[in-house]
């Protein structure tokens, strides 16, 4: 035979919400928009460094790809980017045509992209089809 409570308790008790991601520092008050950045990778893949017959993001040089919508309106983009090593040859002008392409994507007001060197780049964050193109296998 089975018991029955006497008096039954019904909790309140809300779901808790999950931690809204961090907002960048640059832009306060920004709003994700993690839909735009299928149009942002398609763009990053149409850049290629041209020492290496695969484009920057098939490469992994990409790190980061964050879009915001900001209290202006604006749609901002920023990208964290690394280059195959420190002294490679286009260090100084790549990241200026990744800058440029991103900005140019139709809807983007604002785009920067941030170069960093941690971690450093090695050839296992290349993807399937780069290792592949790349005679990797």
């Known amino acids: 035979m089975e ?34 950045e299928d149009r942002v990778v398609r763009t990053l893949k149409t850049i290629y460094d041209p020492e290496i017959p695969v484009d920057i993001y098939e490469l ?27 002294a490679c040859p286009v260090a100084g002008s790549l990241p200026g045509e990744v800058e440029q392409k991103v900005a140019g994507i139709e809807g983007v007001d604002r785009a920067e992209v941030e170069i960093v060197w941690d971690p450093a780049w090695n050839p296992s964050m290349m993807s399937e089809v780069a290792k592949l193109e790349l005679g990797f296998f």
């Open 3 to 36: 018991e029955k409570s006497q008096n039954p308790v019904k909790l309140d008790v809300a779901e808790p919400e999950a931690p809204a991601p961090p907002a960048s520092a640059a832009t306060p008050g920004a709003a994700p928009e993690p839909g735009f």
């Open 60 to 86: 992994g040089l990409i790190y980061d790809i964050d879009v915001q919508r900001l209290d202006t309106g604006e749609r901002a983009v920023h990208v964290k980017m690394t280059l195959t090593s420190p």
